[in-house]
């Protein structure tokens, strides 16, 4: 286990080059072995989520290799096995992206329940529904699902609410079963379009169409593919937020406009600075920021991952800020940690007219203490604080605010934003910062 020791009040000032996006790279891992060729995928960022779904798809027979700072070869000729061991269940939530592959090549598959971040209420229960429809038998024990279908056959599925893993799942699902698969109602997500744009090169027929909707048309074999996957829209946001709250001035490299739009939207609502050029995206503080709310929706809303970011930054804004969560139901647990460094953040639920309808998580009677609204009074000076990150993007938004506050933080479980971000404390030393990682 390490810790962060973070000594704020020092402005970021330079430039960092994002790599692959954590929610494509790993995923796009898992599809290869969809493929009988060989798959090279470049840009592939050293995270945690990437090692974890390297020992998973090791532990099934693939073999990898790396190639270059960030690259991997994958073959999943010799694949053998068709069951992911129990203990990967409780520290990832890849797990149901595995069945459309293995159930290609086997006829079954076996996973554990999925664990991962504490967010909240996140079923399975939308990618059961989805398996179904393919023929699939699905049969849940106490800690694991078994899942057979010795012969994918195409078909329609309508999700009740977009997810951006569930209609990944049924992509990888429907691109060697036979016949046409129709989903409606799927996820908008670029890494959505990263994985289609794949294992379309690899020989697969996937259409996106009006209305949140994908067309398969199975195919008996996808081939070998070279693939860089795309920039890290996260990472960009965290690197934004942090420049803009240390009232810094950095360049990210390699960021994408079209990936960001909604947030650059309300950087400008709120007075932040930034251009767009060539190199990619800078941001820069220019003079107070103005508060500014925010609804997190599916993509092209503003995405749940930039909420704590958010929320953080506005701190540092003038005014009242209102944030309401529609997409997880547990994800302002970060919050107490900010209103012990100085923080106004006060709670609240939001009364929409339709619940089932405005809020894109299940509604959970048993988790209904959750807040799904959060006003912060701003600008607030921050002091130094003593905690551990819960997840990643709590991990990056704690740290942000470590960079921001008097004194010296200490940050623990500093694993759990390495399973999103690359060397995080090393480039944010690159930038100025004044932190350091350490042993515990």
Not at 169 to 174: G, L, P, S, V
Request: with cysteine; hydrophobic share 40%.
């Amino acid at each position: 286990m390490a810790k962060f020791i973070v000594q704020g009040g020092r402005p970021l000032k330079g430039s960092v080059r994002i790599g692959g996006a954590k929610n494509a790279g790993f995923k796009l891992m898992i599809a290869s072995l969809l493929l009988s060729g060989e798959t090279r995928l470049l840009n592939l960022s050293r995270i945690g989520d990437v090692e974890i779904t390297a020992k998973i798809l090791t532990s099934l027979g693939a073999r990898l290799e790396s190639r270059g700072e960030r690259t991997i070869f994958i073959k999943a000729k010799g694949l053998s096995a068709c069951e992911i061991p129990l203990c990967f269940g409780k520290v990832s939530r890849t797990a149901p992206l595995f069945v459309g592959p293995l159930l290609a090549r086997f006829g079954r598959a076996v996973f554990p329940l999925p664990g991962g971040d504490p967010l909240g209420s996140r079923p399975i229960e939308r990618f059961l529904a989805g398996w179904e429809i393919f023929g699939c038998r699905i049969k849940i024990k106490k800690e694991t699902v078994r899942i057979d279908c010795p012969y994918l056959k195409g078909g329609y599925y309508r999700f009740a609410k977009p997810t951006h893993t569930g209609t990944e799942a049924m992509i990888m699902t429907a691109v060697l079963a036979k016949g046409k698969t129709i989903l409606e109602n799927a996820a908008l997500e670029p890494e959505v379009d990263d994985l289609i744009k794949f294992l379309n090169n690899a020989g697969a027929k996937i259409k996106r169409e009006p209305f949140r909707r994908i067309k398969i048309e199975g195919v008996k074999q996808l081939g070998g593919v070279i693939h860089s996957v795309m920039p890290d829209r996260n990472e960009a946001v965290s690197y934004a937020c942090a420049a803009l709250a240390t009232r810094g001035d950095v360049i990210i490299e390699n960021a994408r406009v079209e990936d960001m739009k909604a947030f650059l939207d309300k950087v400008k609502e709120a007075g932040g600075k930034f251009a767009v050029d060539s190199f990619g995206i800078r941001f820069w503080y220019d003079k107070r920021l103005r508060a500014s709310d925010i609804i997190t929706r599916p993509h092209p809303g503003f995405m749940s991952d930039w909420q704590p970011l958010w929320t953080v930054l506005m701190t540092q804004a003038k005014g009242t800020s209102r944030i309401v969560e529609t997409v997880h139901n547990f994800r302002f647990h970060f919050a107490n940690d900010i209103n012990r460094m100085g923080g106004k953040i006060e709670f609240f639920n939001p009364e929409p007219a339709d619940p089932e309808t405005f809020y894109n998580f299940t509604l959970d009677p048993d988790q209904s203490e959750n807040f799904h609204g959060a006003k912060i009074i701003g600008p607030t000076p921050l002091e130094a604080v003593k905690t551990e990150f819960a997840d990643i993007r709590a991990g990056a938004t704690l740290t942000i605010a470590a960079l921001i506050a008097k004194g010296k933080s200490i940050l623990k479980k500093a694993e759990e934003v390495d399973r999103g971000y690359e060397d995080l404390d090393g480039r944010l030393r690159e930038l100025g910062a004044k932190i350091k990682r350490v042993a515990s």
